[in-house]
């Protein structure tokens, strides 16, 4: 197994109980939380997450943002907003992998050495979960490629289906 390999790993569970540098979260444009996993995060963060993103001033699809992650074990919180599926004609996949690029660029920024990514997009933004975790494996390993900040990148998958597809994907780049 190669070294960006070893700095890989696919779990299944609730991203807000990790004990990690930085956990990503799906959030929309506002970045004042919302369904799936960006309330979730929001709650388990505490209000001081909604006082602080509403300084940020939102947040562009394919673009990221950081915070603190107040009551999370996660020292920090990385905001990215993933594109809505619209059929894969309108550059979804691009903005996706922007998601992950400029995710872990900032966490590189901030010294971050784990840091743990939902399945972005894959939920209410209707992006088809194969497709998404295929260029998530792809676009973090890329990163690793050069990148030697980043001890531990973990795809942290809320459902057994999510799962499968990212172990997939990273036992084929291992």
């Known amino acids: 197994m190669s070294s960006r390999g070893l700095r890989m790993e696919v779990v299944e569970g609730d991203i807000t109980v990790l004990d990690i540098d930085a956990i990503v979260n799906a959030a929309n444009e506002t970045l004042l939380g919302g369904g799936g996993v960006d309330g979730a995060i929001h709650r388990a963060a505490g209000p001081e997450l909604a006082i602080y993103c509403r300084t940020l001033g939102g947040c562009p699809t394919g673009e990221a943002r950081i915070t603190p992650g107040f009551r999370l074990p996660a020292r920090h919180v990385i905001h990215t907003v993933g594109p809505v599926w619209g059929g894969g004609q309108s550059g979804e996949d691009d903005l996706l992998a922007s998601c992950y690029r400029n995710s872990l660029a900032l966490a590189v920024e901030n010294e971050v050495r784990t840091i743990a990514f939902p399945a972005i997009s894959t939920g209410v933004y209707g992006f088809p979960a194969e497709r998404a975790a295929t260029i998530a494996v792809e676009t973090v390993t890329e990163f690793l490629n050069t990148d030697t900040v980043i001890a531990r990148v ?21």
């Open 154 to 174: 973990l795809f942290c998958c809320f459902g057994t289906e999510s799962a499968r597809y990212h172990r997939t994907n990273v036992n084929r780049v291992s």
